[in-house]
């Protein structure tokens, strides 16, 4: 029989589509690996004597539940997995928290080791400690352990616990420390030991010791990272766990299937190999089209490199320090802040490598004494966006240095961020202190000039009161005592000003109520039958305006004193001082005699009524004012002044 004409050359067009799958598979596969060796590299502290949990096997390799679940999750995420080996359990945990090996796997969690170590949230297998023997009959009992010698793992979680249990029931016992769990479990079989405590997971990995009915502690185990350098790849793995955990039939549950012998997980059946297999040569065939848009990719690719080039110069190239963190959902969750980004000023000043800052919480740069004042500026960045704070930043050294923050918060690819900008403001702090010391001295400067002119001004009061005794002619004492109260009314203007923190002005209430009762106690001997009376405004004034006003009413309530009240057996004067924003009044005013002529007249003061009068129309015209006397139920001065650029009305009385 003749074949058909196209049968010969079947095995032809075969031979075609198997060099074609062929180059498509090498192509494949030469990109994978071109891909793999980009990857960045992750260390893994393995230690040994924990089977099947982590250990070496005979070649020395890392092998166990852990090697192979970080071996899938850190392949899965993009990452090369390497294995540090020749390291006990404590020199493996001291190498990860010095960040020479970045992961230390099968950790418990306990306060001091969260001081030193990031954790995952996930964990990845439960267990709990167990007493377990080597030969001979177990124990009934946690009581029938008194006087027994156990096998412990130095620095073990479940040796610590065994510990707090054995003293909360008072039992005493002999506990021996061995490198690993192994070297215990020899130890037991030489003599040296009865017991050994270990995880659960321990004793089904190894024959050569048989479980107790004593169980406690059940614990999580986790994964952990040196301080603050692998924010990122632990919430890459706690996401893969967190998924892993939900399939059944996922990687994760196969290896604990594979170890702990759990039937419940299965293979995949032989029918869904062969679907599998159609996929995969249906995916084959798309490479082709996949091939074609990868040209297209690298091309938009290099667009945006070169994007992000540009970008990253001006970034870097920035004076001040630039920080990009993670915008808080919350308004008072601050603890979701973490770095992001860091220009090289930023790592140049704190003192830090870029990979130490980038992941790393937010407050591990910021002083304590400045996370509230932090806090307060981050909130109201919800409310407007944008916020500027001064705070200080600790560099590695512990330094604290002053910045004015400038925070702006925006949106990238759906993600809120902030950035912070800051400037440092040491030279500017340093030269506002100067200024406020300069002030300070020129403040001591001229209190101590108004104490100086206070103590002259007494010292000739004194003098004056000296030479008073010795005469008795009131046409000599009377103009020495004059002189007398116009030095005191002076001096007490110093003196009060040097008593307060402001030199620039003077209360006339205070003034005023001061000095006519110094005038009050020097000229009048009974105090019951003459009344003095003193009200007002409070109204700050300068020194320019309260010594001439201090000198004129010295004038005014000596005159009341002297001439009011001659030949009266009792008398009272009022002095008010009053203002309405823009002047001030003040009125001098006694129920004595009058003065003879002026009677029941208002009259503008002119010169020639006598010196004290004469004075008082002097010291009213320093002070661009007008003055008054009304005699009428006795003699009233009234001075008004304007206040514009001689005071401040403070409050009304």
Same mark, same amino acid.
Not at 36 to 59: H, K, M, Q, Y
């Given at each position: 029989?003749?074949?058909?004409?196209?049968?010969?050359?079947?095995?032809?067009?075969?031979?075609?589509?198997?060099?074609?799958?062929?180059?498509?598979?090498?192509?494949?596969?030469?990109? !994978?690996?071109?891909?793999?060796?980009? &990857?960045?590299?992750?260390?893994?502290? %393995?230690?040994?004597?924990?089977?099947?949990?982590?250990?070496?096997?005979?070649?020395?390799?890392?092998?166990?539940?852990?090697?192979?679940?970080?071996?899938?999750?850190?392949?899965?995420?993009?990452?090369?997995?390497?294995?540090?080996?020749?390291?006990?359990?404590?020199?493996?945990? %001291?190498?990860?928290?010095?960040?020479? =090996?970045?992961?230390?796997?099968?950790?418990?969690?306990?306060?001091?080791?969260?001081?030193?170590?990031?954790?995952?949230?996930?964990?990845?297998?439960?267990?709990?400690?167990?007493?377990?023997?080597?030969?001979?009959?177990?124990?009934?009992?946690?009581?029938?352990?008194?006087?027994?010698?156990?096998?412990?793992?130095?620095?073990? !979680?479940? @040796?610590?616990?065994?510990?707090?249990?054995?003293?909360?029931?008072?039992?005493?016992?002999?506990? =021996?420390?061995?490198?690993?769990?192994?070297?215990?479990?020899?130890?037991?079989?030489? @003599?040296?030991?009865?017991?050994?405590?270990?995880?659960? *997971?321990?004793?089904?990995?190894?024959?050569?010791?048989?479980?107790?009915?004593?169980?406690?502690?059940?614990?999580? +185990?986790?994964?952990?990272?040196?301080?603050?350098?692998?924010?990122?790849?632990?919430? !890459?793995?706690?996401?893969?766990?967190?998924?892993?955990?939900?399939?059944?039939?996922?990687?994760?549950?196969?290896?604990?299937?594979?170890?702990?012998?759990?039937?419940?997980?299965?293979?995949?059946?032989?029918?869904?190999?062969?679907?599998?297999?159609?996929?995969?040569?249906?995916?084959?065939?798309?490479?082709?089209?996949?091939?074609?848009? &990868?040209?297209?990719?690298?091309?938009?690719?290099?667009?945006?490199?070169?994007?992000?080039?540009?970008? $990253?110069?001006?970034?870097?190239?920035? %004076?001040?320090?630039?920080?990009?963190?993670?915008?808080?959902?919350?308004?008072?969750?601050?603890?979701?802040?973490?770095? $992001?980004?860091?220009?090289?000023?930023?790592?140049?000043?704190?003192?830090?490598?870029?990979?130490?800052?980038?992941?790393?919480?937010?407050?591990?740069?910021?002083?304590?004494?400045?996370?509230?004042?932090?806090?307060?500026?981050? &909130?109201?960045?919800?409310?407007?966006?944008?916020?500027?704070?001064?705070?200080?930043?600790?560099?590695?050294? @512990?330094?604290?240095?002053?910045?004015?923050?400038?925070?702006?918060?925006?949106?990238?690819?759906?993600?809120?961020?902030?950035?912070? +900008?800051?400037?440092?403001?040491?030279?500017?702090?340093?030269?506002?202190?100067?200024?406020?010391?300069?002030? %300070?001295?020129?403040?001591?400067?001229?209190?101590?000039?108004?104490?100086?002119?206070?103590?002259?001004?007494?010292?000739?009061?004194?003098?004056?009161?000296?030479?008073?005794?010795?005469?008795?002619?009131?046409?000599?004492?009377?103009?020495?005592?004059?002189?007398?109260?116009?030095?005191?009314?002076?001096?007490?203007?110093?003196?009060?000003?040097?008593?307060?923190?402001?030199?620039?002005?003077?209360?006339?209430?205070?003034?005023?109520?001061?000095?006519?009762?110094?005038?009050?106690?020097?000229?009048?001997?009974?105090?019951?039958?003459?009344?003095?009376?003193?009200?007002?405004?409070?109204?700050?004034?300068?020194?320019?305006?309260?010594?001439?006003?201090?000198?004129?009413?010295?004038?005014?309530?000596?005159?009341?004193?002297?001439?009011?009240?001659?030949?009266?057996?009792? @008398?009272?004067?009022?002095?008010?001082?009053?203002?309405?924003?823009? &002047?001030? *009044?003040?009125?001098?005013?006694?129920?004595?005699?009058?003065?003879?002529?002026?009677?029941?007249?208002?009259?503008?003061?002119?010169?020639?009524?006598?010196?004290?009068?004469?004075?008082?129309?002097?010291?009213?015209?320093?002070?661009?004012?007008?003055?008054?006397?009304?005699?009428?139920?006795?003699?009233?001065?009234?001075?008004?002044?304007?206040?514009?650029?001689?005071?401040?009305?403070?409050?009304?009385?």
């Amino acid at each position: 029989m003749t074949m058909p004409r196209y049968a010969s050359k079947t095995p032809i067009l075969i031979a075609c589509v198997l060099l074609f799958l062929s180059i498509l598979s090498a192509t494949h596969v030469s990109a !994978q690996s071109g891909e793999s060796s980009t &990857r960045e590299t992750i260390t893994i502290a %393995a230690f040994g004597g924990a089977a099947p949990v982590i250990f070496l096997d005979e070649n020395g390799h890392a092998d166990g539940v852990y090697p192979d679940v970080l071996t899938a999750a850190l392949t899965d995420l993009g990452y090369n997995p390497a294995y540090i080996t020749g390291l006990s359990f404590p020199e493996a945990y %001291a190498a990860v928290v010095a960040g020479e =090996i970045d992961i230390m796997p099968a950790l418990l969690r306990t306060p001091t080791r969260e001081e030193e170590l990031d954790f995952i949230n996930e964990p990845v297998m439960v267990s709990w400690s167990q007493v377990f023997t080597v030969g001979g009959s177990p124990p009934d009992s946690i009581l029938d352990l008194e006087g027994a010698r156990v096998a412990v793992q130095e620095n073990g !979680q479940n @040796g610590l616990a065994f510990r707090e249990l054995m003293n909360a029931f008072d039992i005493q016992y002999e506990e =021996i420390a061995f490198p690993d769990l192994d070297a215990a479990v020899t130890a037991a079989q030489s @003599g040296d030991a009865d017991l050994v405590v270990a995880f659960n *997971t321990f004793g089904l990995a190894n024959a050569d010791v048989a479980p107790t009915s004593i169980v406690f502690a059940p614990t999580s +185990a986790y994964l952990a990272t040196s301080k603050g350098h692998h924010g990122v790849l632990l919430e !890459q793995i706690d996401e893969w766990l967190s998924n892993q955990k939900l399939d059944e039939r996922s990687e994760y549950n196969r290896i604990l299937a594979r170890w702990f012998g759990n039937d419940e997980i299965q293979v995949m059946p032989l029918w869904a190999i062969y679907a599998l297999s159609a996929v995969g040569l249906a995916a084959a065939i798309l490479l082709i089209i996949v091939r074609i848009y &990868r040209i297209q990719i690298d091309t938009a690719k290099d667009r945006i490199e070169r994007s992000e080039t540009r970008f $990253r110069t001006i970034f870097d190239v920035a %004076a001040d320090v630039i920080l990009v963190y993670d915008a808080s959902p919350l308004e008072n969750d601050t603890s979701a802040m973490h770095i $992001r980004e860091a220009n090289d000023s930023a790592c140049e000043i704190l003192g830090r490598d870029r990979r130490s800052l980038i992941g790393a919480p937010l407050w591990q740069v910021i002083t304590p004494d400045d996370h509230q004042l932090f806090a307060e500026a981050n &909130r109201s960045i919800t409310k407007t966006s944008s916020a500027v704070t001064q705070l200080r930043l600790i560099t590695a050294t @512990g330094v604290k240095l002053p910045f004015e923050i400038s925070l702006s918060q925006f949106s990238v690819q759906g993600r809120d961020v902030v950035i912070a +900008a800051g400037r440092d403001v040491s030279d500017r702090l340093s030269a506002e202190g100067e200024l406020r010391e300069s002030l %300070a001295a020129k403040e001591m400067l001229l209190a101590e000039i108004h104490h100086r002119v206070k103590n002259n001004l007494q010292t000739i009061a004194s003098l004056v009161n000296i030479r008073l005794t010795n005469i008795s002619d009131d046409r000599v004492r009377m103009p020495l005592l004059e002189m007398a109260d116009r030095v005191h009314a002076m001096g007490l203007l110093h003196r009060m000003l040097y008593q307060q923190e402001d030199f620039s002005s003077i209360d006339l209430r205070e003034y005023s109520q001061t000095l006519c009762q110094q005038i009050w106690v020097t000229h009048v001997a009974d105090s019951e039958r003459f009344r003095l009376h003193v009200d007002g405004d409070a109204i700050a004034v300068d020194l320019d305006t309260a010594l001439p006003y201090g000198l004129l009413l010295t004038e005014a309530v000596s005159n009341s004193i002297k001439h009011g009240f001659v030949g009266r057996e009792v @008398g009272r004067v009022r002095v008010e001082v009053r203002s309405d924003q823009e &002047r001030a *009044t003040v009125t001098i005013a006694d129920d004595g005699v009058g003065c003879s002529g002026t009677a029941s007249e208002s009259v503008v003061m002119q010169s020639g009524n006598g010196i004290g009068l004469d004075l008082i129309r002097v010291l009213a015209d320093q002070l661009d004012g007008k003055a008054e006397i009304i005699a009428r139920d006795g003699v009233t001065v009234r001075v008004e002044f304007p206040l514009r650029n001689r005071s401040v009305v403070k409050s009304s009385a």
